[in-house]
């Protein structure tokens, strides 16, 4: 998982979201977010599993969790999150069909 601020407060997450790479994700983020407010943008992840809903919810229980904002998630993680019933919890944006 690569991850690089495309403009000032946007972080793009580009590869695969999963077990074998969210541990390290979520380190480059802690890093990465900072103060202030941030969005990650998930356009360029190209798969991802369970574990990323741990990170979505990791993120979810931090204080600034106000200040971050999703965006362009996939139908694939809006697929397990309605499977756990955690949409609600994860404030995902609506989903929009392509």
């Given at each position: 998982m690569?991850?690089?601020?495309?403009?000032?407060?946007?972080?793009?997450l580009d590869g695969a979201l999963t077990m074998d790479s969210v541990a390290d994700t979520?380190?480059?983020?802690?890093?990465?977010l900072g103060n202030g407010a941030m969005t990650l943008d998930f356009s360029g992840v190209s798969h991802c599993d369970s574990a990323a809903l741990a990170l979505l919810l990791a993120l979810r229980r931090r204080k600034d969790a106000r200040n971050i904002k999703l965006a362009h998630i996939p139908a694939s993680l809006y697929g397990l999150a309605r499977l756990y019933e955690l949409t609600p919890l994860l404030e995902l944006p609506p989903e929009t069909r392509s």
């Open positions: 690569k991850l690089s601020e495309t403009q000032s407060g946007v972080v793009r979520q380190l480059q983020l802690d890093r990465m």
